[in-house]
């Protein structure tokens, strides 16, 4: 009887190191696609409409080009607002201790933000088709 409780703890202690060390990794893959999303958002007016800028510098592909730097925002904060939820969820997850009425909160919150990611690369793909059709390239 002693072996066999000895057994369950020495299991519980791996799962608990691999619950940590997974928790580990996704904190460190947030913070760094959180650091490199900063770096990717654009300015939202083009640059060549800027300042003291001429009009007739400023056209239809202007416009077209706000409304492209507009979308790769929207999209951006969504992905990341996207990703905070995987990480919640992760979280949730890990921290449910067979709970299944937890478990099942954690797998929903994990599969509606997957379904949220397919609409997310979706929408930016068909953005960037439609501007093409606009554009007429």
Excluded: H, W
């Amino acid at each position: 009887n002693r072996e066999c409780c000895q057994s369950n703890k020495l299991l519980d202690k791996k799962e608990v190191m691999k619950k940590q060390i997974i928790f580990v990794i996704i904190l460190i893959s947030f913070g760094l696609l959180v650091g490199q999303s900063t770096l990717a958002f654009p300015s939202i007016v083009p640059g060549e409409c800027l300042g003291d800028a001429p009009v007739d510098k400023c056209n239809l592909g202007s416009v077209e080009q706000t409304i492209a730097n507009v979308a790769q925002i929207i999209l951006g904060i969504s992905g990341s607002v996207t990703l905070l939820v995987f990480v919640v969820g992760g979280i949730m997850y890990m921290l449910s201790g067979g709970n299944k009425e937890r478990i099942g909160k954690a797998t929903t919150m994990l599969k509606n933000a997957f379904i949220g990611l397919v609409i997310i690369f979706l929408s930016g793909a068909l953005i960037k088709t439609l501007l093409k059709v606009l554009a007429g390239s």
